[in-house]
């Protein structure tokens, strides 16, 4: 297999790795009892915080993936445009599914 097409297939097994293993924990929560969601409080809406870096990170190396998807023969040339290698691409993409806020904010540009 080109080692260029293996970039997005790594990216889109690291999202379904992280996100399979949160199932259980989205399970456990629907499963609570009544009366513990029913002691929730609604917290006061408070001002978005700042992004984090890698959340930023996760932006830009969606945009990134579609510019690979999108231009599959030129992943080098874009690679070295965003100043990575393939291997900083797939450290990065470990670290980003590794961090919620970041994971959802890659899906969400991803979409």
Not at 17 to 26: Q, S, Y
Not at 86 to 92: G, I, P, S
């Amino acid at each position: 297999m080109n080692r260029m097409k293996l970039i997005p297939l790594l990216a889109a097994l690291c999202l379904i790795f992280v996100a399979a293993c949160e199932k259980p924990a989205e399970e456990e929560a629907a499963s609570a009892a009544p009366e513990e969601t029913a002691q929730v409080e609604e917290a006061p809406v408070e001002e978005a915080a700042p992004e984090s870096p890698l959340v930023k990170e996760a932006r830009e190396l969606a945009a990134l993936r579609a510019k690979i998807e999108a231009n599959p023969d030129q992943v080098e040339a874009l690679l070295a445009e965003a100043k990575m290698t393939e291997e900083e691409l797939a450290a990065k993409i470990f670290e980003i599914s590794a961090d919620p806020a970041a994971r959802a904010a890659y899906a969400e540009s991803a979409n």
